[in-house]
């Protein structure tokens, strides 16, 4: 059975960093980070390539890094000068393909919530 897991969400006040884990139970070429606020859609926060550099959405952009460690297998999303509205859930997600929009991202972690207090 594949396995998302996340960890390290938590309530930070406007300005602090958290990392986020998510630990991989498959090998697989596409890995992303998304949110979703309540009463809102889902978006995409950023997404990586085992290939390729991360490629990461307007609004969190040298704000958010995205980074993969091979020998652990772990995807990571480290936060920083957290924001108010950054408040979401957060998913990290994997699947197969060769990067960009061939990415299908068929599996899903549990989320972990991101409380970002002014």
């Known amino acids: 059975q594949v396995q998302l897991a996340e960890s390290g969400g938590g309530s930070v006040q406007a300005g602090g960093s958290l990392r986020l884990s998510c630990s991989l139970s498959?090998?697989?070429?596409?890995m992303g980070w998304f949110r979703q606020a309540p009463g809102k859609e889902r978006e995409t926060i950023g997404y990586?390539?085992?290939?390729?550099?991360?490629t990461y959405a307007a609004p969190v952009k040298d704000r958010f890094t995205i980074s993969f460690d091979n020998a652990k297998n772990t995807l990571y999303l480290q936060m920083n000068n957290l924001k108010p509205e950054d408040t979401a859930m957060y998913y990290c997600?994997?699947?197969?393909?060769?990067?960009?929009?061939?990415?299908?991202?068929?599996?899903w972690g549990q989320g972990t919530q991101v409380t970002v207090s002014s």
């Open positions: 498959i090998i697989t070429n596409c």
């Open positions: 990586t390539y085992r290939y390729g550099p991360p």
């Open positions: 997600a994997a699947g197969p393909g060769y990067g960009g929009p061939s990415c299908k991202y068929n599996y």
